[in-house]
Antibody, heavy 119, light 110 residues
Framework: QVQLVESGGGVVQPGGSLRLSCAAS????????MHWVRQAPGKGLEWVTF????????YYTDSVSGRFTISRDKSRNTLYLQMNSLKAEDTAVYYC????????????WGQGTLVTVSS | QSALTQSRSVSGSPGQSVTISCTGT?????????VSWYQQHPGKAPKLMIY???KRPSGVPDRFSGSKSGNTASLIISGLQAEDEADYYC??????????FGGGTKLTVL
């Protein structure tokens, strides 16, 4: 069955970097676009970034563009989010989510990993 | 692009029906039939409940339904059950590969 397992969250100082991972099983990342969605403590969901199924294009919300990079390793079937120049407002639970085939919704979600940006 | 607008809370008694609304603009909900709804229990990941405005994934009870009129989408939950108490988020395709979420609605089952 489809499973997404995030890891790599933790506490980091403002201006620091962190790399999140999302290990996929039950399907191949080569066949699906993937997203990162975040949720600040007590707040709503916010779409962060998307990578196309073939890795050819990436898209970012304005607030992270130039600081975050989405990528994937086909051999490991793992999605990544490299986060640089972190700010306090990046504090959130980060979820990876699979893009539906032929649709525009998220059909599977991971359990999330918490990133805290604090001095 | 601004987030979609949802009421902060809604409540109903077991067996009743409730409607959760989500208002966007002519750049998202008003022009695309790609509205989805997600249920989130505390401390858990979101779960897809409705996609493409009114389609239900396998396994989601038919008590959950969706509709759209103009720039506003709605999630209707009939025959409320205690386990339906959760936060609900709408989401719309907004062009390119971007998605917009609503701020979330907390459903309380009285």
């Amino acid at each position: 069955q489809v499973q997404l397992v995030e890891s790599g969250g933790g506490v980091v100082q403002p201006g620091g970097s962190l790399r999140l991972s999302c290990a996929a099983s039950g399907f191949s990342l080569s066949n699906f676009g993937m997203h990162w969605v975040r949720q600040a403590p007590g707040k709503g969901l916010e779409w962060v970034t998307f990578i196309q199924y073939d890795g050819s294009n990436q898209y970012y919300t304005d607030s992270v563009s130039g600081r975050f990079t989405i990528s994937r390793d086909k051999s490991r079937n793992t999605l990544y989010l490299q986060m640089n120049s972190l700010k306090a407002e990046d504090t959130a639970v980060y979820y990876c989510a699979r893009d539906s085939v032929g649709g525009w919704h998220f059909d599977y979600w991971g359990q999330g990993t918490l990133v805290t940006v604090s001095s | 692009q601004s987030a979609l607008t949802q009421s902060r809370s809604v409540s109903g008694s077991p067996g009743q029906s409730v409607t959760i609304s989500c208002t966007g603009t002519t750049s998202d909900i008003g022009v695309y039939n790609y509205v989805s709804w997600y249920q989130q229990h505390p401390g858990k990941a979101p779960k897809l409940m409705i996609y493409d405005v009114s389609k239900r994934p396998s396994g989601v009870p038919d008590r959950f339904s969706g509709s759209k009129s103009g720039n506003t989408a709605s999630l209707i939950i009939s025959g409320l059950q205690a386990e339906d108490e959760a936060d609900y988020y709408c989401c719309s395709y907004a062009g390119g590969y971007t998605r917009l979420f609503g701020g979330g609605t907390k459903l309380t089952v009285l």
